[in-house]
């Protein structure tokens, strides 16, 4: 007897990754149910850059007009500065990131996801995972899908169900964001500021928002208005928000029914603002390697094919970030070095190239 679906494919996570993912299926014609712990539209973490690689993506979804009539902010370039000294200062020469707010953004797709037909269940918790069965149980009863995609983020409770997520690392950094009026003197620069306990990045989005972004070593510092206020005297009170662990290992992209993305799969250095275009490429891939699974049940061969990709995705486009995952995971150390030598020229043109390529 065939077993009973109630979807083709249950996604876990309505953010950038699951809900272009679950945009994607709809439009194939899949059944497609998207659940969320969270009410949108919701704050989240996040440096609000996306890079321009992202364009393509909204072109190949059919939504380029709609997000450039998002309110953003244009990026015109960046400051990287050390402990309050200048070190680097870049005007982009071509397309730069855009600035854009997550409480925005990703309501702005998962409202997309809704007109294509996707199941939307918010205030959804999902309590426990079934690889081999493709049965998600969460708060509001259970579902049962042909595939299960975990977009769940970088602490997935799917990838924890699914035995996906690699052995716990200890991890001494906390992200902390904080979103603001913007002073009149903040042009559209992103500012990047180093130093021993950490480093923060603060620009514009929107019309007339700023947000500060900032990562800090746990063992050092825990107090972000304290950290921030060294190079920002002036910074208001605000609400901070908290998020955990900052990297971790990659996770195996996928077993049985279950398959990750975004986040939940491979967690990327915040500072470079690659986490975003990687997030939605890919919960794209997922969706296209998925057809065969969905059309026939043939899931082994349809697991393999989105793992090569997926692989292929990151060893090709994520060597930079690795590379400043790298830099920055003791920062104290890259401190005490800026304060002797000049950091290379050389080095900060691939960067500058990195953030402009689309």
């Known amino acids: 007897m065939a077993p009973s679906f109630s979807h083709d494919v249950v996604v876990v996570g309505a953010g950038l990754a699951g809900s272009s993912a679950a945009l994607a299926l709809a439009r194939r014609g899949n059944r497609v149910a998207l659940l969320d712990r969270a009410s949108f539209p919701r704050p989240k973490v996040c440096g609000n850059c996306l890079h321009p690689r992202t364009w393509k993506i909204w072109e190949q979804l059919g939504l380029a007009d709609s997000f450039r009539a998002l309110p953003h902010t244009d990026i015109a370039g960046f400051d990287i500065q050390c402990e309050g000294r200048p070190v680097h200062r870049l005007d982009f020469q071509a397309q730069g990131p855009r600035s854009i707010s997550r409480y925005v953004l990703d309501d702005w797709l998962l409202g997309h996801a809704r007109e294509a037909g996707v199941e939307v269940f918010p205030g959804t918790t999902v309590t426990a995972v079934d690889a081999e069965q493709g049965t998600v149980r969460t708060s509001g009863g259970e579902f049962r899908a042909r595939l299960v995609f975990g977009a769940d983020g970088r602490n997935s409770l799917v990838a924890r169900q699914a035995r996906l997520m690699p052995p716990p690392r200890r991890c001494h950094r906390v992200a902390w964001q904080a979103t ?76 049985d029914r279950v398959w990750l993305v975004g986040d939940s799969a491979h967690v990327m250095e915040p500072f470079t603002g690659e986490g975003m275009s990687f997030a939605l490429a890919t919960g794209l891939l997922a969706a296209e390697s998925a057809a065969p699974a969905l059309d026939s049940d043939r899931i082994a061969p349809a697991l393999a094919d989105y793992t090569r990709k997926h692989r292929s995705l990151y060893n090709r486009g994520a060597w930079v970030n690795t590379f400043t995952r790298w830099i920055l995971g003791e920062p104290q150390r890259l401190t005490h070095l800026l304060r002797r030598v000049p950091f290379p020229r050389c080095a900060l043109d691939l960067l500058s190239r990195q953030i402009q390529l689309a």
């Open 180 to 255: 603001l009026l913007a002073p009149l003197e903040l042009d559209r620069h992103v500012y990047l500021q180093v130093f021993e306990d950490g480093y923060f990045g603060y620009c514009r989005f929107g019309d007339d928002g700023a947000v500060v972004s900032l990562v800090l070593d746990a063992r050092r510092s825990a107090d972000p208005v304290a950290a921030v206020r060294r190079y920002l005297p002036h910074l208001p009170e605000q609400e901070w928000l908290r998020m955990s662990p900052i990297t971790r290992a990659p996770a195996r992209p996928g077993r």
